[in-house]
């Protein structure tokens, strides 16, 4: 209607009556309006100016709320749509963060705990057998417990399995199905009964992730492309719950970029990322720690040997 008021318009300000006619009884015809039939009226009565002031007065009515609000329903649409894609970017990439201090941790406990465990017993040890001659030598074993007792704990914590590594193509058939799958099964793309369901598989698609294994990311993804959510397919048009919407997803982003930031900036993150070559630094950081539990067990033994000469 708004485009063919325009046109009744310029048909008007150019004195083309019969054409005007025509148009505005076409209107009249599909939407019958007192206000069309009164215009039709005044461009009979060929009273040009009423009639092109009454032709604008009817199209900024019946035009602009409408308008201006399909704009607005457009541009928070797809202010929804920009956030929702950023979401599902910094979980992608917090995941991927995630997973390299994960398999990090579980590399380190594995080549180097035992080694770290035996050098802090044999502190503990040395420490003790120190306590009566030295006063420092009191504080040192109960430091040295602690650290150990703590060490002991993450080693508890870490988990016990470990995928192999993977190669080029299953690592990306890997990220390709857990980001695909992580969209599907993001609170916002599914109805309001899902939510609960959509973020217990959630949980399972990052357990999965986090230990390689791409069949089960893959089968996850199977089950979400047949549909064992139920997907939001209504269009929201209503700016209310459109402006609601978009307010929750930019705190939900901002939270996430947050403990993204966090990750990314930490000190574990930072030496991990920066290291080129994780054979070299496990193999000469083990070197290292072999040699130190030798020098602590020859240290012992000598001051062993000592106490007894006297």
Not at 283 to 290: A, D, G, H, N, P
Request: hydrophobic residues 35%; contains cysteine; negative net charge.
């Amino acid at each position: 209607m708004y485009k063919r008021l325009q046109t009744i318009c310029s048909l008007l300000e150019s004195r083309n009556k019969t054409a005007a006619i025509e148009e505005a009884e076409a209107i009249l015809f599909f939407q019958p309006s007192p206000e069309i039939e009164k215009l039709i009226e005044l461009i009979k009565k060929a009273d040009y100016l009423h009639a092109i002031e009454f032709c604008h007065s009817i199209k900024n009515k019946q035009s602009t709320p409408d308008h201006i609000d399909n704009i607005d329903i457009i541009g928070l649409q797809t202010t929804y749509q920009m956030l929702q894609t950023q979401f599902l970017v910094l979980t992608t990439q917090k995941a991927e963060a995630d997973k390299l201090i994960t398999q990090f941790r579980i590399r380190y406990y594995q080549e180097l705990g035992f080694i770290i465990s035996d050098i802090l017993k044999e502190r503990m040890k040395l420490f003790q057998t120190m306590r009566d001659s030295n006063p420092d030598a009191h504080y040192e074993h109960e430091k040295t417990q602690e650290q150990y007792e703590q060490f002991s704990k993450n080693w508890e914590n870490v988990p016990k399995q470990k995928e192999g590594n993977l190669n080029e193509e299953l690592r990306q058939r890997l990220q390709f199905a857990f980001r695909k799958a992580s969209k599907l099964c993001h609170p916002d793309a599914v109805e309001e009964q899902e939510k609960k369901k959509a973020a217990e598989i959630f949980v399972q698609l990052n357990k999965a992730y986090f230990n390689n294994d791409v069949e089960t990311v893959e089968a996850i993804l199977q089950q979400l492309e047949n549909g064992i959510l139920k997907a939001e397919t209504k269009a929201i048009n209503d700016k209310k719950a459109l402006q609601a919407k978009i307010n929750k997803l930019k705190h939900d982003v901002g939270i996430l970029k947050n403990d993204y930031l966090q990750l990314t900036q930490s000190q574990t993150y930072q030496f991990i990322s920066k290291l080129a070559d994780w054979d070299e630094y496990f193999s000469e950081t083990k070197t290292k720690l072999e040699k130190e539990l030798e020098e602590l067990k020859n240290y012992e033994q000598n001051s062993g040997t000592s106490t007894n000469a006297k």
